[in-house]
């Protein structure tokens, strides 16, 4: 696939945002004393990627996830994150590539945020299960609530981005 200079640019800051949204989420305190339970905003850019249409593509946002994972995985230089947020991803990821299949309008996004957030979070426990045993799955319900509210969240965020977009996201959607 060929990429314009502006595209790949693009590309790159929208892996950067989300690499810095992942930095500074890592910093908050805990909400709950359950590992795993985050607001999720290192998403925001790859699903404005997936959702704001125009040149953008769901390999556009495959791309951008799979780079900010291995970069923040580089940052934190633990291997079992890694595992845990590849696995969190790939869920991720072809739930929402599937939402922006099925559905084709902006409301997607308000479906894709929670499933996905909630994919994300069955992609982890089942990663944790391989190291720690089964008994993680026991924190799967709290998981799932949390997931489904901040990927509601996240999805209101976004829909309201493409919704009514300002400049600088109508810009980016055609390059």
């Not at 004393?33 to 850019?45: E, H, Q, S, T």
């Not at 599937?98 to 994919?119: E, K, W």
């Not at 949390?146 to 999805?155: C, E, H, K, P, V």
Request: proline fraction near 6%; aromatic fraction near 10%; glycine fraction near 8%.
């Amino acid at each position: 696939m060929k990429y314009s200079v502006k595209k790949l640019c693009c590309a790159a800051m929208f892996t950067a945002v989300s690499l810095i949204l992942f930095v500074v989420e890592s910093g908050f305190p805990p909400i709950v004393p359950i590992p795993g339970v985050k607001i999720g905003l290192a998403y925001l850019p790859i699903m404005l990627v997936l959702f704001i249409k125009g040149s953008w593509d769901a390999f556009d946002g495959i791309l951008i996830l799979t780079a900010r994972v291995l970069l923040s995985a580089l940052i934190t230089g633990n291997p079992t994150a890694l595992l845990f947020s590849v696995s969190g991803a790939i869920l991720a990821a072809a739930v929402m590539c599937l939402i922006r299949r099925l559905i084709t309008d902006s409301s997607a996004v308000l479906f894709a945020g929670p499933l996905a957030a909630a994919a994300h979070n069955i992609g982890q426990i089942a990663a944790a299960a391989l190291i720690y045993g089964a008994g993680v799955w026991t924190f799967i319900p709290i998981l799932l609530l949390s997931g489904f509210l901040s990927g509601l969240f996240g999805g209101i965020i976004i829909f309201l981005l493409i919704r009514k977009p300002i400049k600088p996201i109508t810009a980016v959607k055609n390059i």
